[in-house]
Structure formats: C-alpha cells, structure tokens
C-alpha cells in the first residue's frame, strides 16, 4: 500500500490536513499582534499630538490628526454610540463560533485581522471618555487632507478591519474554504481535492 502524497506547503487538506489547533493559534496571534499595534499607536497618538496641528507627512499623502470619533466612519450614527459595541461583541461571537471549523491558515489570517481590528474599538468603546460603551474611538491617520476631508480618518484598528474583509473577500472568490477544501464553480472540491480524498478513501479500505 502506497502512502498518500503529501500535502502542499501552506495547503489544507478537506476535512484534515492542517491541523485545527495550528490554524486557530495563528487567528489568534494575528488578533494578538493587530490589537496591541493599535493600542500603542492609539498611546502614542494622545501622548504626541494632543493639542497639536496636524503632522504632514510624505508630502501631504498623508497627515497624523487626532480626532474622536463617536460613531462609524464620516461620523455615521455619532448619536447612537452604543449600538457600535453591540455589533463588535456580535462579531467577535461570529469569529468564535467560525474558529470551531477553522483549518485554513489563510482564513485564519483574515478572521484574525478582523477580530483584532474589532477588539481595538471595542477597547475604546467601552473604557474611553465619555463613559462604558460610549466611548470615543481615537483616530489618528487621515489621507490627503489634515482634516478627513477626502477620507474618514482613520486608526490601525479600521485598516486591520479592512484588510481582513478585502482578504475574506478573496477568499472567497478564489474558492478558498474555511474548512480547508478548495471549492470549484459548483461550490464543490476541485478535482485534486476530490482525487485526493479518493485516494485516502481506498487506503483506509
């Protein structure tokens, strides 16, 4: 009986391959290290630019400019900051829950941008001025204008937010699952994967 081949760098294998707790520590580093990003450039931010002029930086591309922001971006729903909270824990419960299945190390990446771009606000939602689950997000990146003219402005948090999204995103148009397999048009497995999950099958036999 001849072994299976090995599985591809990187690759999951449907229903196995990638171990689950190897893709769910890496969901979790990612959350990790974006969340302390964004609470040290948040320290940073108040610490430096407090009652200060906006700092020009590559020749006007992009500006560091604090602001508080009570609701989402442009200010959207600044009289109903409370609600923000809410929706954040509804998130990070959706991540949990999808952590259960995880075994695709790209989608780990993804989920973990999101969760800890989630975790930031929510850190300042809930501890910041005015009070628990009203506070103000600090924001400190605007583009192209001192002022969020052109684009909201914006923290390290929102980009890890983004940057997750646009990867799911990816993901998903390139058949990636969360469980590993790799979907076809149909929504099915490719035909390696499908091949190779035959070939185990016989193995096991």
């Known amino acids: 009986m001849t072994a299976?081949?090995?599985?591809?760098?990187?690759?999951?294998?449907?229903?196995?391959?990638?171990?689950?707790?190897r893709a769910v520590a890496i969901l979790a580093g990612v959350a990790l290290v974006a969340l302390l990003a964004d609470l040290v450039t948040k320290h940073l931010a108040l610490a430096a630019l407090t009652d200060r002029e906006p700092v020009r930086l590559l020749g006007g591309l992009v500006y560091l400019?604090?602001?508080?922001?009570?609701?989402?971006?442009?200010?959207?729903?600044s009289d109903h900051t409370w609600i923000f909270p809410l929706?954040?824990?509804?998130?990070v419960g959706w991540i949990v829950w999808m952590?259960?299945?995880?075994?695709?190390?790209p989608w780990a990446v993804s989920l973990g941008l999101v969760l800890g771009g989630a975790l930031g606000?929510?850190?300042d939602r809930i501890f910041r001025a005015p009070s628990p689950f009203h506070g103000h997000v600090v924001d400190m990146i605007s583009l192209f204008d001192p002022f969020g003219q052109v684009w909201p402005?914006?923290?390290?948090?929102?980009?890890?937010l983004v940057c997750?999204?646009?990867?799911?995103?990816?993901?998903?148009l390139t058949g990636?699952?969360?469980?590993?397999r790799r979907a076809g048009r149909d929504g099915d497995p490719t035909d390696a994967d499908a091949t190779r999950a035959a070939a185990d099958q016989r193995e096991r036999a």
């Open 4 to 21: 299976a081949p090995p599985a591809e760098p990187g690759r999951s294998e449907p229903g196995g391959g990638t171990p689950r707790p």
């Open 65 to 77: 400019s604090l602001t508080r922001n009570s609701g989402a971006a442009w200010s959207i729903g």
């Open 87 to 91: 929706i954040t824990i509804g998130v």
């Open 99 to 105: 952590a259960l299945r995880l075994r695709s190390l």
């Open 121 to 123: 606000n929510l850190v």
């Open 153 to 160: 402005v914006f923290n390290l948090a929102d980009s890890s």
């Open 164 to 172: 997750g999204v646009l990867l799911a995103v990816l993901l998903e």
């Open 176 to 180: 990636r699952q969360r469980d590993g």
